[in-house]
């Protein structure tokens, strides 16, 4: 089969050597940067309310929790799942520990986890099934250099002073809506050292030029979160035109030219993280074992931050990117398409799965039934007598719903996702159908 060919990038005019030097030099950083800048970015909106509210938002070190699962209508984070309740809580540990409980479970298979990120997106812990005890408990994050404590709660170490913390849990069903958000109201910061914001947070820049903004809200933020000692070189080049970020660094005060050039490094740069955002060979299913855990993959780091903001670490969930069709055919709801697991074959996730479906703008579709995922829990799913089950994708409905997802009219993407992944998925054992275009 003969695919499209990889689009060619038009090669950057510059309007001299030092605008190509600073290009050259600040493009790595965009890639590096860009999911420092989004968390700070998210970190602001999340928490710029003066209380507690019942959609997420909070001031520091506090959290709020999500009334029902997530729909069309929320965008504060790119990607989010349907079948889950979320809470958030943006923690500074600048001015000293914070102290989280976990509620006794009420029952004992229910799924929940309260991921933990630093400022890098790095996935550093994650609460759950697998290390929370069923009677609940009390965890001290600390900042870098804070000492533990010794009053029982059990200390969690953490890379960076800004922690985003990002709860799920499960929902199963219309009916038991309640008693998840019962269980979801017991998670708590209970001692924390104030609500101060961190500096880059509340003095973020935005409504200007877009390219401006992105290296003043970069530069702040290293500076309030420097790069590890192995990272350091990312900036050294650009010490050359005057940008030392221990210093402040007021970018439209920069030479025109080197203002320029992070402008042009800002436009390459984002164009490189948008376009790997989807598998450069056209399979139908793409995923990484490495999410949340990043290493050096900093371009992955970038993706991710893009399409799927707060991705748990593999050995927790498995996201699976689906762009095209079985034919390398860019996934629309022009067309109809079938997803069919054969009998037997199942996606193998020990807790669950579900397959969702967003638009071009990284949120969900709005669509005539409200629904914005199917997995193993959804009522209603007919299997066939062999065992299959055979998911239909479109836009236009067809005459049974009970195994439909609903689709826009134009480009869409999917994500399968697996909670809790078999060790025989981890080690490859397990092939993801592709999706099939129906003539």
């Known amino acids: 089969m003969n695919h499209p060919a990889a689009p060619v990038y038009d090669a950057p005019v510059y309007a001299s050597a030092l605008e190509a030097y600073v290009a050259s030099a600040a493009i790595p950083l965009v890639i590096y940067g860009?999911?420092?800048?989004?968390?700070?970015?998210?970190?602001?909106?999340?928490?710029?309310?003066?209380?507690?509210?019942?959609?997420g938002r909070a001031p520091v070190n506090a959290l709020s929790a999500s009334e029902r699962q997530w729909t069309h209508e929320d965008r504060d984070i790119v990607t989010p799942a349907n079948d889950l309740l979320y809470f958030c809580g943006w923690?500074?540990?600048?001015?000293?520990?914070?102290?989280?409980?976990?509620?006794?479970?009420?029952?004992?298979?229910?799924?929940f986890v309260v991921e933990l990120l630093d400022a890098f997106t790095d996935n550093f812990l994650n609460l759950g099934l697998r290390n929370v005890p069923s009677e609940g408990g009390r965890f001290r994050l600390l900042g870098p250099g804070q000492a533990a404590s010794n009053d029982g709660a059990t200390d969690v170490h953490c890379p960076t002073t800004l922690v985003?913390?990002?709860?799920?849990?499960?929902?199963?069903?219309?009916?038991?809506?309640?008693?998840?958000?019962?269980?979801?109201?017991?998670?708590?910061?209970?001692?924390?050292?104030?609500?101060?914001?961190?500096?880059?947070?509340?003095?973020?820049?935005?409504?200007?030029?877009?390219?401006?903004?992105?290296?003043?809200?970069?530069f702040a933020a290293l500076k309030e979160f420097p790069?590890?000692?192995?990272?350091?070189?990312?900036?050294?080049?650009?010490?050359?035109?005057?940008?030392?970020?221990?210093?402040?660094?007021?970018?439209?005060?920069?030479?025109?030219?080197?203002?320029?050039?992070?402008?042009?490094?800002?436009?390459?740069?984002m164009k490189l993280i948008e376009t790997n955002t989807r598998s450069q060979f056209r399979k139908s299913w793409g995923y990484s074992l490495k999410l949340g855990?990043?290493?050096?993959?900093?371009?992955?780091?970038?993706?991710?931050?893009?399409k799927g903001l707060g991705a748990l670490s593999a050995d927790e969930a498995v996201y699976a990117l689906g762009d095209y069709d079985a034919d390398g055919r860019q996934l629309d709801g022009s067309q109809r398409y079938e997803l069919r697991?054969?009998?037997?074959?199942?996606?193998?996730?020990?807790?669950?799965?579900?397959?969702?479906?967003?638009?071009?703008?990284?949120?969900?579709v709005d669509n005539p039934i409200g629904r914005y995922a199917i997995g193993n829990r959804t009522p209603g799913?007919?299997?066939?007598?062999?065992?299959?089950?055979?998911?239909?994708?479109?836009?236009?409905?067809?005459?049974?719903?009970?195994?439909?997802?609903?689709?826009?009219?134009?480009?869409?993407?999917?994500?399968?996702?697996?909670?809790?992944?078999?060790?025989?998925?981890?080690?490859?054992?397990?092939?993801?159908?592709a999706v099939r275009r129906i003539d």
């Open 34 to 55: 860009y999911p420092l800048t989004e968390a700070i970015r998210t970190c602001r909106l999340q928490t710029s309310v003066a209380e507690v509210t019942g959609y």
């Open 91 to 111: 923690v500074n540990l600048a001015d000293g520990p914070v102290t989280l409980s976990i509620p006794a479970r009420p029952d004992a298979d229910r799924y």
């Open 164 to 218: 985003w913390m990002l709860g799920r849990v499960l929902v199963n069903g219309e009916q038991d809506l309640a008693a998840a958000r019962s269980f979801q109201w017991g998670f708590a910061i209970t001692e924390h050292p104030g609500s101060r914001r961190p500096l880059c947070v509340e003095r973020w820049v935005g409504g200007n030029d877009p390219a401006i903004d992105f290296f003043q809200n970069l």
């Open 227 to 269: 790069p590890a000692p192995h990272e350091v070189g990312l900036l050294a080049l650009l010490r050359r035109v005057g940008i030392r970020i221990e210093e402040g660094v007021d970018v439209a005060s920069l030479k025109p030219v080197v203002v320029q050039g992070l402008v042009n490094a800002y436009q390459q740069g």
């Open 293 to 306: 855990k990043w290493g050096d993959d900093y371009l992955l780091r970038a993706t991710t931050a893009m």
């Open 341 to 364: 697991f054969g009998p037997g074959m199942l996606p193998p996730a020990e807790a669950f799965w579900s397959v969702s479906l967003y638009g071009t703008d990284f949120y969900f």
């Open 381 to 433: 799913l007919r299997m066939e007598p062999d065992g299959s089950l055979a998911l239909t994708i479109s836009h236009e409905a067809p005459a049974d719903t009970a195994n439909w997802l609903p689709a826009p009219s134009g480009p869409f993407y999917l994500i399968l996702r697996l909670y809790h992944p078999s060790a025989g998925f981890i080690r490859g054992e397990y092939v993801i159908p």
